[in-house]
């Protein structure tokens, strides 16, 4: 049982500063490995034909699939198209549908078509063109003795619709017979090292399943791949380790085919029929924002108000202002306050309140920055937990949101 | 004047997994960078001796400087030492100095040191040894007919301190006199082609500085990189060809340094002590989170509602049920209706209004999904603009907020 092997070549003089990444091959990577192949290396090049070329040869002279990205816009320095097409010795010939189909994009947006986009359509002869449903630089998929490359488009959401509807199903056809299988754990409300030292003694007695353990602010990812020459083996294989570590953790994980946690918070809002309010002071309206990216959340979240100063803390929740004064706007009583206020008045389920100090100044010696006031209302009880969080103003903020949906699931699951 | 290329090899197998990413190489490109030391591509490769052998010799086809970092421990899989000295055509021999150091470092940690830790001893004949002060495996410095590989430990506080004391000062040496300089735009309200066909006609005319477009949804940067013989040379070169492109862009360019757009309207904002404030439907409070995210933002945001039902429409941001009933909530005339609503009710200088459909279902022929309001209004004029957003929920919301973030830009510069 040996995995195909396949390189990625990102493009982009941008990829080589010190402030970017090639993100796309870590998303190409995991769906080439559930198809069961396996990456060889991976090259990041600017925007220089001479180094693309020599890369791309000796990517090549490796392995027989070549995945590429970026450098097919319309602007002067996109050159993949050109190299690629030298090194498969096609020439480059003007495709009339792509053109076609260009100048109709364009025409539907009522936007001039400059002549440098008339590039976009030239395609190396016999290659097959991989439409964009997304942007306006379709995709190629050359192929000469038995060495496949695949140029896509740079920005992620084009290569990834391009990647899921012209590659993969033709590449699973090609890896025939290895599986990869992975599932992926996400928790909250406990440390890596803590989380580790609870499934360690588990997970090391297993090599296949591979056990990975990744930590982000607030949130701990356990990631199982299990490699075998048939999907029913590998998720036997998935099972029998992850039932362990579901066993292990239990509450702790929140999802377990990676949805991200205000997915999982809607679902269960949905499932029950109950609506939640916001009513958020230092998180700035990014309780909101998480609970409204889900599609159709609009059947279940009502409002949410964004109140900074004390006055809006009572005119947009109702917080009594002597409530305030007595105990600051940074305290259990006020976050109190904004969870009930914000239910009652838009008539919800739920409410969420939010107050602290998110820094990187306002902070005093009783009230750090990073201390954050959380509570969760419903008619008959109060969540509520001080914390202090680490780090600076984006992740306070962050850390607040991660809690503030986290104590909704513990309350509506 | 030109400057000395180096390329980056990053080596390990885990580096080639979805979830994690090199991210030595961005430090090391930062401080190349700031000794006039250009890279010329990267690449990540696993643990496999003929995969590393062949991409560190196509590496040193391009370029005279390739920088290693990894695969020095003492586990099996740890293969560089014996793959470079094979491609420098230098046999390893024990370095008895280094075997003392890695025995006594043992002892001071009353470890026993196992045979495969001997390993970490062995060095290219000739090669020049780089002691590692914060861990065991000592670096190496090959070099032959004026090509030059550098290897350093994988773990990045150790690369950190064998690159400053033992590499910098030696290659600012090398590459002498020569200094990088960058600049980056960031600009709205353009497409990509439409940009490049403005400023193409100028940047094309130089080669130095080296001009690069990066487009994301609903922003364009425009990265001036200037390579010269001293640091006043550098700034008069990108001055020379950054005037230009400002005076052609005029202001569709928000920032020069590298601001956020909400950076900017804060500090906008600031100057002329005027406040804000946010009613948002489909942004679903993006627009108020992103005001908030800017440390200080207290001092001229003052609140935000989010109301997707029309009764929130109403009770938040006093928008007449009647309007609602008349125009639809997605309509100039809801969107204005939220901006002035706002406004007034929190006494602000400007109140902004969103209101669409973010997709991907509510939408109809006549409104479609991605068809957004968006006004923001002072206490004199209000400005509205309607706009269909490609792409789905999340772009929509983003190329929402970034549109109704820059008509406040335009409004308060």
Chains 1, 2 share one sequence.
Not at 110 to 135: H, I
Not at 186 to 196: H, I, Q, R, V
Not at 390 to 400: H, I, K, L, N, Y
């Amino acid at each position: 049982m040996c995995a195909m092997k396949a390189e990625i070549i990102a493009i982009g003089s941008e990829l080589l500063t010190p402030d970017r990444m090639d993100s796309n091959s870590l998303y190409l990577t995991e769906r080439l490995n559930s198809i069961g192949i396996d990456l060889n290396a991976k090259c990041i090049v600017g925007d220089d034909e001479s180094s693309l070329e020599h890369i791309l040869r000796a990517s090549l002279e490796r392995v027989d699939l070549v995945l590429a990205t970026g450098g097919l816009g319309p602007t002067e320095d996109d050159i993949s198209r050109k190299v690629f097409a030298r090194v498969f010795k096609q020439p480059l010939v003007l495709d009339e549908t792509i053109l076609q189909r260009l100048e109709e994009r364009f025409r539907s947006r009522n936007l001039p078509m400059t002549s440098n986009n008339r590039r976009q359509a030239l395609v190396p002869s016999g290659a097959q063109v991989l439409s964009n449903d997304q942007g306006t630089a379709p995709g190629l998929w050359l192929e000469s003795e038995s060495k496949h490359a695949i140029l896509l488009p740079g920005p992620p959401h084009e290569m990834k619709a391009m990647f899921e509807t012209h590659c993969l199903p033709r590449l699973a056809e090609m890896s025939r017979g290895v599986r990869i299988h992975k599932r992926a754990f996400k928790l909250t409300g406990l440390t890596e090292s803590a989380c580790d030292a609870r499934i360690a003694p588990i997970y090391t007695r297993y090599r296949n399943p591979v056990t990975t353990i990744l930590a982000s602010p607030g949130e701990i990812e356990i990631h199982l791949k299990a490699t075998a020459s048939g999907d029913e083996e590998a998720e036997a294989l998935l099972n029998e380790l992850g039932d362990k570590i579901e066993m292990e953790l239990g509450d702790h994980i929140f999802s377990r085919r990676g949805e991200t946690l205000e997915q999982i918070v809607g679902m269960y809002l949905t499932m029950r029929q109950a609506t939640v309010a916001v009513a958020e002071s230092c998180t700035g309206g990014l309780v909101s924002e998480r609970l409204t990216r889900v599609p159709g959340s609009s059947a279940y979240f009502v409002s949410g108000v964004v109140c900074y100063s004390n006055k809006a803390k009572t005119e947009l929740a109702d917080v009594p202002p002597l409530l305030i004064e007595m105990n600051g706007a940074v305290s259990r009583e006020v976050s109190i306050g904004l969870a009930e206020g914000i239910r009652k008045r838009a008539g919800t389920t739920y409410g969420i309140g939010v107050t602290g100090i998110a820094g990187p100044s306002g902070g005093t010696e009783a009230k750090p920055v990073g201390l954050v006031h959380i509570a969760v209302s419903s008619d008959t009880v109060v969540d509520h937990r001080e914390t202090r969080f680490p780090g600076d103003r984006q992740r306070v903020r962050w850390w607040a949101s991660q809690l503030a949906l986290d104590m909704l699931r513990r309350k509506v699951v």
